[in-house]
């Protein structure tokens, strides 16, 4: 059974750091497409980075240059690794599995919704001003 659980959130002000990490079961973070994703209320559900099982990166526009995502193979963990948090990083987010490796930069139905990627329960990142 497929198994992800994130770790790392928590209250920071704004120009902080962060450093999430999902531990996984069930699969190897170098044999899947591991990525993290992040919503808030009321809004859509936004790639922050993903990284292919060759290990190439991609992330979001509103991150870049502030997040490093990363994996430790051995210990079959996905970091992502935020700096100069602001407070619209406010956010509930989420890691992501998918075997097939098509992720978006949007999931419409929902973060921890969509049956085709398996989730992780999601942790709290709150950025005060």
């Known amino acids: 059974e497929v198994h992800l659980v994130e770790s790392g959130g928590g209250s920071v002000q704004a120009g902080g750091s962060l450093r999430l990490s999902c531990l996984t079961s069930?699969?190897?973070?170098?044999?899947?497409?591991m990525g993290w994703y992040r919503q808030a209320p009321g809004n859509e559900c936004e790639l922050v980075s993903n990284?292919?099982?060759?290990?190439?990166?991609v992330y979001g526009d509103s991150v870049k240059g502030r997040a490093t995502i990363s994996r430790d193979n051995a210990k079959n963990t996905v970091y992502l690794q935020m700096n100069s948090l602001q407070p619209e990083d406010t956010a509930v987010y989420y890691c992501?599995?998918?075997?097939?490796?098509?992720?978006?930069?949007?999931?419409?139905?929902?973060?921890?919704?969509?049956?085709?990627?398996?989730w992780g329960q999601g942790t709290q990142v709150n950025v005060s001003s």
């Open positions: 992501a599995a998918d075997p097939v490796g098509y992720f978006s930069d949007y999931v419409l139905s929902g973060c921890g919704l969509d049956p085709e990627y398996y």
């Open positions: 990284i292919r099982r060759d290990g190439t990166t």
């Open positions: 069930g699969l190897s973070v170098d044999a899947s497409h």
